[in-house]
């Protein structure tokens, strides 16, 4: 399956298994491993709207530019879910105004999504 022990310990749907994240991380687990869909821990923690656990995978050095196989950074996740809160941790330069392999940017997810104050954080 292409999963790690960090991988497990992100299945929980709460952050009650972030002291465990965080010791992995301290003892060398690769932030950014990619799971069999292609998508990195940080894309898994914005999905699951694990707001924590994303914070501890950017202090890890966790590549906030990573691409899934649908070409969207975890920017892109955080701005269709809108999660305007991550977009802060995740929004870089180079990614901003990437578009997804359906041509959309963070933005256009926003504002597609209704997310008005997410909107306003990208801007």
């Known amino acids: 399956y292409n999963e ?22 301290a003892y060398g687990a ?19 709207g694990k707001m924590k656990t994303v914070g501890v995978l950017v202090q890890a050095g966790t590549n ?22 991550l977009v802060d941790l995740l929004c870089l330069p180079e990614v901003l105004n990437s578009p997804d392999k359906d041509g959309l940017t963070a933005l256009h997810l926003a504002a597609d999504r209704g997310s008005l104050t997410t909107v306003r954080a990208l801007l």
């Open 4 to 25: 790690t022990a960090l991988h497990i310990a992100m299945d929980s749907t709460t952050e009650r298994n972030l002291p465990i994240i965080e010791l992995l991380l």
């Open 30 to 48: 690769d932030p950014n491993h990619e799971s069999k869909d292609g998508s990195s821990l940080l894309h898994l923690a914005v999905k699951r």
């Open 64 to 85: 906030r530019a990573a691409l899934d196989r649908e070409g969207r950074s975890p920017l892109h996740l955080a701005a269709a879910d809108g999660h305007s809160e």
